[in-house]
């Protein structure tokens, strides 16, 4: 069983900036992408962003797109999002999720594994 493990949620104002990891516990399991999602209180879980693994081919949500980046480091077990320009509406637990066959990057439903999720809380 994949797990996967995120950090680097913490509190911050509005306008700065979180870097989220997330590793899995498996390096050569197979992934067809790598997303995060992310939960407020009394909402659904909702896309975030996206990144195809073998192409590299990135996809973000219209509310983060030009604020956020999906990386992945060059040993290809960790991917990361970049947060910046912060605001309060970012406020969620935030999940990273790995898909292991062709599927909706944006659909959670099509994921496989899920990390536990880190806390991202940002003040105005």
């Known amino acids: 069983q994949v797990q996967l493990v995120e950090s680097g949620g913490g509190l911050v104002q509005a306008g700065g900036s979180l870097r989220l990891s997330c590793a899995a516990s498996?390096?050569?399991?197979?992934?067809?992408?790598m997303g995060w999602f992310r939960q407020a209180p009394g909402k659904e879980r909702e896309f975030v962003a996206a990144?195809?693994?073998?192409?590299?081919?990135?996809n973000y949500a219209v509310s983060v797109k030009g604020r956020f980046t999906i990386s992945r480091d060059n040993d290809g077990n960790t991917v990361y999002l970049q947060m910046n320009s912060l605001k309060p509406e970012d406020t969620a637990i935030y999940y990273c999720?790995?898909?292991?066959?062709?599927?909706?990057?944006?659909?959670?439903?099509?994921?496989?594994?899920w990390g536990q999720g880190t806390q991202v809380t940002v003040s105005s």
């Open positions: 498996e390096r050569t399991f197979s992934r067809y992408s």
């Open positions: 990144i195809r693994w073998s192409s590299g081919l990135r």
């Open positions: 999720a790995a898909q292991t066959a062709y599927g909706s990057a944006s659909n959670p439903a099509q994921y496989d594994y």
